[in-house]
């Protein structure tokens, strides 16, 4: 056989040699499909946990049998996909247009005693590579890639159309919504969403570049770069314009966005409290709206000239111990 096959044509051969290849690529997506089942195989209730190398996962065979009538035939339900045991929550909260000299949580000036707290209990990063603009640098958080690789080397209001900057991810590179997604997890989105074209923002779709088509099965928040935090115009539930502020004076979206979420989560985990989640908290509103009186008042390191404020923050213990 070995000999029969060197004395065919190179280019026969090359094509011969391509096809093992692909076969020999088939033989581990066969074996991922192959997991171990828990409960009962075949019922509704039974689940399993995939081999995460393979998005999507290969489809389960059909493990039942069927007969000419329902008598002799077994019914099969493919086993419901879950996380591995243990598997942590993540909530991922994004600041908006905000550098490391901000918040006191990374030595700047402006007091977040929240976030202090998280810090304090966990670790912080501080090799985080931004673009230096907002739809970029989300883009390359929740996909991993390069900006430019997922389309976004701008913002969506001035993509152009040009490989690298057409503010279109396309579908060979998922979020990390889709990914956690698919293995089981419950996904959702509060808050800015800067990363759907501009040319898609309607009730007319297609909604394959809104949060819901990258991966998450909730999503509550404005779409574009900006929008009131009083009364937001371009709020949305899912693909629904929402107004939840007509009515009620002092309303505010920062406070109806954690609301949202926190109603989000106790439904979750009364419907399925084995089911882990992975939620994206991205407020607009920025801290450095803050006033200059609070910060003053808070913090004695502040100074009323650029010059202080730039010394004040590179000499921050924690700035220091970060760089």
């Given at each position: 056989m070995a000999t029969a096959y060197w004395n065919k044509p190179l280019w026969l051969r090359q094509r011969i040699s391509a096809g093992l290849a692909v076969a020999l690529l088939a033989f581990p997506c066969a074996n991922a499909s192959t997991q171990e089942v828990s409960g009962t195989p075949g019922s509704p209730s039974a689940t399993t946990t995939i081999d995460g190398r393979y998005l999507p996962n290969p489809p389960a065979a059909?493990?039942?049998?069927?007969?000419?009538?329902?008598?002799?035939?077994?019914?099969?339900?493919?086993?419901?996909?879950?996380?591995?045991?243990?598997?942590?929550?993540v909530l991922l909260i994004i600041t908006d247009d905000v550098g490391f000299g901000a918040p006191s949580t990374f030595g700047g000036l402006i007091p977040t005693p929240s976030m202090d707290r998280v810090a304090a209990a966990g670790l912080r990063?501080?090799?985080?590579?931004?673009?230096?603009?907002?739809?970029?640098?989300?883009?390359?958080?929740?996909?991993?890639?390069?900006?430019?690789?997922?389309?976004?080397?701008?913002?969506?209001?001035?993509?152009?159309?040009?490989?690298?900057?057409?503010?279109?991810?396309?579908?060979?590179?998922?979020?990390?919504?889709?990914?956690?997604?698919?293995?089981?997890?419950?996904?959702?989105?509060?808050?800015?969403?800067?990363?759907?074209?501009?040319?898609?923002?309607?009730?007319?779709?297609?909604?394959?570049?809104?949060?819901?088509?990258?991966?998450?099965?909730?999503?509550?928040?404005?779409?574009?770069?900006?929008?009131?935090?009083?009364?937001?115009?371009?709020?949305m539930r899912n693909t629904t314009p929402i107004h939840p502020y007509v009515g009620k004076p002092g309303w505010n979206l920062i406070t109806a966005m954690a609301d949202d979420a926190v109603g989000y989560v106790n439904q979750l985990n009364a419907l399925d409290p084995k089911k882990p989640f992975f939620s994206i908290t991205h407020p607009e509103a920025r801290m450095l709206r803050i006033t200059r009186r609070r910060i003053g008042s808070t913090n004695s390191r502040a100074s009323s000239t650029w010059a202080g404020t730039l010394r004040a923050t590179r000499s921050s213990p924690i700035r220091s111990a970060s760089a």
């Open positions: 059909f493990g039942g049998v069927i007969n000419l009538d329902a008598t002799t035939s077994t019914p099969y339900w493919s086993p419901t996909v879950v996380p591995p045991k243990n598997a942590p929550n990063f501080t090799q985080f590579n931004s673009t230096a603009l907002c739809s970029p640098t989300r883009a390359a958080l929740i996909t991993g890639r390069n900006h430019h690789s997922v389309g976004f080397g701008v913002i969506s209001e001035i993509s152009t159309g040009y490989p690298g900057y057409n503010s279109v991810i396309t579908k060979d590179k998922v979020t990390i919504g889709k990914i956690l997604k698919d293995n089981g997890y419950a996904t959702s989105w509060f808050g800015k969403n800067h990363n759907t074209p501009s040319f898609q923002i309607s009730q007319a779709g297609p909604f394959d570049q809104w949060p819901i088509g990258m991966g998450f099965d909730y999503f509550f928040g404005f779409m574009g770069g900006e929008t009131s935090q009083w009364q937001p115009g371009n709020l």
